[in-house]
C-alpha cells in the first residue's frame, strides 16, 4: 500500500516524491473508519492524476473514491486553464451522469394508496433499460439544439418551468458547446435516446422524508423539504449512448495525438490534450454538447414524471407542488475562478464522481439558495435512498468548491449476484415496504444495497470535513431501477 | 480454438472478459462473443437475418480490439443488431492491424430477450494483446 501521511482529522495526503513525476500531493479526504478500505487502485489512479501536467494544488479523493478508469470514481482535480490539459479519463463516460431531486407537497399517506398505479404510470412513460428509445422524437436540427441549450430547450419546448432552469446547476447549460465537434456516430446513439433513464446503477425513485432525517430543519426549509412523510422524487441518469461515444471518439483521438502534443500517460485511460489544443477545444465543445444533452434528459424524464403524477392524482402537477429542488451533475469539466498563491486563477476542474460544492453568497447558487449554499445530491444504494446536503465555502477555499457524488460501490456485481437472486431482493425489499420494477432481476442483484459504503459513514465524512453540510435523508418507497 | 471467461476482478463496478484463442482473428470474434454475452446474459440462438461487410484499420492489435468492439456496440445500440455470425480475418504487420470480412446478425428483440447490462464504453484499461506460445491472451473491461 502506498504511504499516506494524516496531515488533520479525515485528511491523508501522498506526498509527491511518492512517484516519479508527480507534480502535486494527491490528498485523500475520509475517514478514520473509511480509510482502511480504500483500494491500492485509487491511490495508484490519483497519483497518476498527480502527474498531469498544469494541475494545481493536489489531486484529490474524495470520502466515497473507487477504482474507475485513469481517475478514479470520487476524484477532482483543477487545470490551469492555460497551460493544463482536459481529460475524458476525468470525466467519465457517462458525460454528466448526475441527479435532480424533485419536491411535492404529497405524502405517504397519499401516495401509498395509489403507489402501484403510479409506478406502472412511470415505468410506462420513462423507458428504462438496455436499448431503450423515448418518446421524444427530434430531427438532426432539433437534437444540435438539445447539445447547445440544453434545459433551455426544454423551456422551449414545454418541458420545463422557468423554476426548472433556475434549479438546475449553470441553468442547465453548460456555455461553449459545439455540435460540430460531435461524431455522427455520437448524433446517431442519443438522437433516440432523450427522455430515457438507461440502466446499471441508474434509477428513477419515490422517496419521503422519515423522523429524525431532517439534520438542519431550517436549511431544509428554504430548499422546501419540511414535512415529516413528505415525497420526494429522485432520478440518476447521465448523457446515456450519446455521451459514451463522445468520450470514446476522443479517447481514441488523445491517446493516438500524445506524442504530438509531447505528452506521455502512465495510463491510456488518463489520456490529455492541452485544453487551448484544437483537440482540447474540440472535445470541450463536444463534452458540453453531452452535458446539456444530460440535462435535458433529466429534464425531460422530469415532464413525464409530472404527466404521470396528474394522470394518477387527478389534477395538475402544480396543485400537487412537483418542483425541482436542484439538479446536478456528478461527472463533468467546468471552467471556474480560484485563488491559487493570492493570485485569482481561471481553472478547468474536473469531477468525476463528485459533484460541485458552491457555498452561501457564491453567484452561480440560485438566489432563492443563496443564503444558505448550492444543493449537493448524493445518491445512496436503492436500499438506502438519497441525501441532500448544501455546499460550503470550506469546499470552496480548500477543495476548488467539490465534494461527494454517493456511497461508492464496494462489492463486485458476480459477488453481490452470488449473494443474492433479484427475485429474493425484489420480494425482501417489498417486504420492508420499498417497491421496484426492473426489466432485469439479475440487474437488481447486482444493485444491491451491501454492494455500496454506507452512506450514514460517507455522509458522516463530509459533513466533518466541512466540504458539505448534510440537510436531509430520504427512504425510498419504491424503484424504477434502470 | 476461442475461449472467454466473463469477470469482475479489475474494478468493483465494471465487468471484463479474459480472451484466449490460437490465432487473432479467433481471439476478436472471442471477444465479440464476450462483450454479447455480458450484454445479453446468454447470447440468442437465432440465425442471422442480416449481414455487414467490416473493414477497420488501426495502427496496434489494441486499439483495433477497441475499435472493434465499440463499431459492434455501435450497431447494437442504434440499430439492435446481435452478430451472430462472424466470416473476418485480423491481420496485423508492425503499424497497421485489420479486421476485415462480414457479419451476420440477428436483431435484439426488447420485448423477448431481456438483456442483463448495457455497457457504456470498452476501455483501455489494462488492455494488452499478448502472444503465450501459440495462444493469443487479452483482457477487455467494459464501462457498465
Given at each position: 500500500?502506498?504511504?499516506?501521511?494524516?496531515?488533520?482529522?479525515?485528511?491523508?495526503?501522498?506526498?509527491?516524491?511518492?512517484?516519479?513525476?508527480?507534480?502535486?500531493?494527491?490528498?485523500?479526504?475520509?475517514?478514520?473508519?473509511?480509510?482502511?478500505?480504500?483500494?491500492?487502485?485509487?491511490?495508484?489512479?490519483?497519483?497518476?492524476?498527480?502527474?498531469?501536467?498544469?494541475?494545481?494544488?493536489?489531486?484529490?479523493?474524495?470520502?466515497?473514491?473507487?477504482?474507475?478508469?485513469?481517475?478514479?470514481?470520487?476524484?477532482?482535480?483543477?487545470?490551469?486553464?492555460?497551460?493544463?490539459?482536459?481529460?475524458?479519463?476525468?470525466?467519465?463516460?457517462?458525460?454528466?451522469?448526475?441527479?435532480?431531486?424533485?419536491?411535492?407537497?404529497?405524502?405517504?399517506?397519499?401516495?401509498?394508496?395509489?403507489?402501484?398505479?403510479?409506478?406502472?404510470?412511470?415505468?410506462?412513460?420513462?423507458?428504462?433499460g438496455v436499448g431503450?428509445?423515448?418518446?421524444?422524437?427530434?430531427?438532426?436540427?432539433?437534437?444540435?439544439?438539445?447539445?447547445?441549450?440544453?434545459?433551455?430547450?426544454?423551456?422551449?419546448?414545454?418541458?420545463?418551468?422557468?423554476?426548472?432552469?433556475?434549479?438546475?446547476?449553470?441553468?442547465?447549460?453548460?456555455?461553449?458547446?459545439?455540435?460540430?465537434?460531435?461524431?455522427?456516430?455520437?448524433?446517431?446513439?442519443?438522437?433516440?435516446?432523450?427522455?430515457?433513464?438507461g440502466s446499471g446503477n441508474h434509477?428513477?425513485?419515490?422517496?419521503?422524508?422519515?423522523?429524525?432525517?431532517?439534520?438542519?430543519?431550517?436549511?431544509?426549509?428554504?430548499?422546501?423539504?419540511?414535512?415529516?412523510?413528505?415525497?420526494?422524487?429522485?432520478?440518476?441518469?447521465?448523457?446515456?449512448?450519446?455521451?459514451?461515444?463522445?468520450?470514446?471518439?476522443?479517447?481514441?483521438?488523445?491517446?493516438?495525438?500524445?506524442?504530438?502534443?509531447?505528452?506521455?500517460?502512465?495510463?491510456?485511460?488518463?489520456?490529455?490534450?492541452?485544453?487551448?489544443?484544437?483537440?482540447?477545444?474540440?472535445?470541450?465543445?463536444?463534452?458540453?454538447?453531452?452535458?446539456?444533452?444530460?440535462?435535458?434528459?433529466?429534464?425531460?424524464?422530469?415532464?413525464?414524471?409530472?404527466?404521470?403524477?396528474?394522470?394518477?392524482?387527478?389534477?395538475?402537477?402544480?396543485?400537487?407542488?412537483?418542483?425541482?429542488?436542484?439538479?446536478?451533475?456528478?461527472?463533468?469539466?467546468?471552467?471556474?475562478?480560484?485563488?491559487?498563491?493570492?493570485?485569482?486563477?481561471?481553472?478547468?476542474?474536473?469531477?468525476?464522481?463528485?459533484?460541485?460544492?458552491?457555498?452561501?453568497?457564491?453567484?452561480?447558487?440560485?438566489?432563492?439558495?443563496?443564503?444558505?449554499?448550492?444543493?449537493?445530491?448524493?445518491?445512496?444504494?436503492?436500499?438506502?435512498?438519497?441525501?441532500?446536503?448544501?455546499?460550503?465555502?470550506?469546499?470552496?477555499?480548500?477543495?476548488?468548491?467539490?465534494?461527494?457524488?454517493?456511497?461508492?460501490?464496494?462489492?463486485?456485481r458476480t459477488?453481490?449476484k452470488?449473494?443474492?437472486?433479484?427475485?429474493?431482493?425484489?420480494?425482501?425489499?417489498?417486504?420492508?415496504?420499498?417497491?421496484?420494477?426492473?426489466k432485469s432481476?439479475s440487474g437488481l442483484a447486482e444493485e444491491?444495497?451491501?454492494?455500496?459504503?454506507?452512506?450514514?459513514?460517507?455522509?458522516?465524512?463530509?459533513?466533518?470535513?466541512?466540504?458539505?453540510?448534510?440537510?436531509?435523508?430520504?427512504?425510498?418507497?419504491?424503484?424504477?431501477k434502470g | 480454438?476461442?475461449?472467454?471467461?466473463i469477470?469482475d476482478?479489475?474494478?468493483?463496478s465494471d465487468i471484463g472478459v479474459?480472451?484466449?484463442?490460437?490465432?487473432?482473428?479467433?481471439?476478436?470474434?472471442?471477444?465479440?462473443?464476450g462483450m454479447f454475452e455480458i450484454i445479453m446474459g446468454a447470447?440468442?440462438?437465432?440465425?442471422?437475418?442480416?449481414?455487414?461487410?467490416?473493414?477497420?484499420?488501426?495502427?496496434?492489435?489494441?486499439?483495433?480490439?477497441?475499435?472493434?468492439?465499440?463499431?459492434?456496440l455501435?450497431?447494437f445500440?442504434?440499430?439492435?443488431?446481435?452478430?451472430?455470425?462472424?466470416?473476418?480475418?485480423?491481420?496485423?504487420?508492425?503499424?497497421?492491424?485489420?479486421?476485415?470480412?462480414?457479419?451476420?446478425?440477428?436483431?435484439?428483440?426488447?420485448?423477448?430477450d431481456n438483456a442483463e447490462h448495457e455497457i457504456k464504453a470498452?476501455?483501455?484499461?489494462?488492455?494488452?494483446?499478448?502472444?503465450?506460445?501459440?495462444?493469443?491472451?487479452?483482457?477487455?473491461?467494459f464501462d457498465l
Open positions: 500500500m502506498m504511504k499516506m501521511n494524516k496531515i488533520a482529522e479525515g485528511i491523508w495526503e501522498i506526498p509527491t516524491g511518492a512517484k516519479e513525476g508527480m507534480r502535486v500531493p494527491a490528498r485523500i479526504l475520509s475517514s478514520e473508519k473509511l480509510i482502511g478500505g480504500i483500494d491500492e487502485g485509487v491511490l495508484d489512479q490519483i497519483t497518476n492524476v498527480a502527474c498531469l501536467p498544469g494541475i494545481q494544488r493536489y489531486a484529490i479523493c474524495m470520502p466515497d473514491a473507487h477504482r474507475g478508469y485513469g481517475f478514479p470514481i470520487g476524484g477532482v482535480a483543477a487545470f490551469d486553464s492555460d497551460e493544463g490539459v482536459i481529460s475524458p479519463g476525468g470525466i467519465g463516460f457517462d458525460i454528466n451522469c448526475g441527479m435532480r431531486l424533485i419536491r411535492t407537497n404529497l405524502t405517504v399517506d397519499d401516495v401509498k394508496p395509489r403507489l402501484d398505479h403510479l409506478m406502472k404510470e412511470l415505468f410506462q412513460a420513462v423507458p428504462s431503450t428509445k423515448g418518446s421524444v422524437r427530434l430531427d438532426r436540427n432539433e437534437f444540435r439544439k438539445v447539445m447547445t441549450d440544453g434545459s433551455q430547450w426544454c423551456l422551449d419546448r414545454g418541458f420545463a418551468t422557468e423554476n426548472d432552469v433556475d434549479h438546475t446547476e449553470g441553468q442547465g447549460k453548460v456555455s461553449g458547446a459545439d455540435p460540430q465537434a460531435v461524431s455522427d456516430k455520437a448524433m446517431a446513439r442519443g438522437i433516440d435516446q432523450v427522455g430515457t433513464l434509477y428513477l425513485e419515490i422517496e419521503f422524508l422519515s423522523e429524525g432525517d431532517l439534520f438542519r430543519p431550517e436549511i431544509g426549509r428554504v430548499l422546501g423539504i419540511e414535512d415529516i412523510g413528505q415525497i420526494i422524487v429522485a432520478i440518476h441518469c447521465g448523457s446515456r449512448g450519446f455521451g459514451h461515444q463522445i468520450a470514446t471518439d476522443y479517447l481514441k483521438i488523445f491517446t493516438q495525438n500524445a506524442a504530438k502534443h509531447g505528452l506521455v500517460f502512465r495510463d491510456r485511460e488518463l489520456a490529455a490534450a492541452p485544453i487551448h489544443s484544437p483537440d482540447g477545444v474540440a472535445y470541450y465543445a463536444a463534452m458540453a454538447c453531452a452535458a446539456n444533452n444530460a440535462f435535458a434528459n433529466r429534464q425531460v424524464i422530469t415532464h413525464h414524471i409530472r404527466e404521470s403524477f396528474a394522470k394518477v392524482f387527478g389534477k395538475p402537477a402544480e396543485a400537487m407542488g412537483l418542483s425541482t429542488i436542484y439538479d446536478v451533475a456528478h461527472n463533468i469539466a467546468r471552467f471556474e475562478n480560484y485563488d491559487i498563491s493570492g493570485q485569482t486563477k481561471r481553472l478547468l476542474v474536473h469531477r468525476k464522481g463528485a459533484t460541485r460544492s458552491f457555498g452561501p453568497g457564491n453567484s452561480e447558487v440560485p438566489a432563492g439558495y443563496r443564503g444558505v449554499g448550492q444543493p449537493v445530491i448524493v445518491g445512496g444504494s436503492m436500499e438506502t435512498g438519497s441525501a441532500i446536503f448544501v455546499g460550503t465555502a470550506d469546499a470552496e477555499r480548500d477543495y476548488f468548491g467539490s465534494t461527494l457524488h454517493g456511497s461508492g460501490r464496494v462489492m463486485s459477488r453481490a452470488k449473494q443474492v437472486r433479484g427475485d429474493k431482493l425484489q420480494r425482501d425489499m417489498a417486504a420492508r415496504g420499498i417497491m421496484v420494477r426492473t432481476l444491491a444495497g451491501f454492494a455500496y459504503k454506507n452512506i450514514d459513514d460517507v455522509s458522516r465524512a463530509v459533513d466533518d470535513l466541512g466540504l458539505s453540510r448534510l440537510v436531509a435523508r430520504f427512504h425510498p418507497l419504491a424503484n424504477i | 480454438m476461442r475461449k472467454f471467461d469477470n476482478r479489475y474494478t468493483v479474459s480472451l484466449r484463442a490460437d490465432s487473432l482473428t479467433e481471439l476478436f470474434i472471442a471477444g465479440a462473443e447470447r440468442p440462438t437465432r440465425p442471422a437475418v442480416a449481414s455487414q461487410a467490416i473493414d477497420l484499420h488501426a495502427d496496434s492489435a489494441e486499439q483495433l480490439m477497441i475499435d472493434w468492439l465499440s463499431e459492434l455501435y450497431g445500440d442504434t440499430n439492435g443488431l446481435i452478430p451472430v455470425h462472424f466470416d473476418i480475418s485480423v491481420s496485423r504487420t508492425d503499424n497497421d492491424s485489420r479486421v476485415s470480412g462480414t457479419i451476420g446478425y440477428c436483431r435484439y428483440d426488447r420485448d423477448t470498452v476501455t483501455y484499461y489494462k488492455l494488452m494483446i499478448q502472444k503465450d506460445g501459440d495462444l493469443y491472451r487479452c483482457d477487455v473491461v
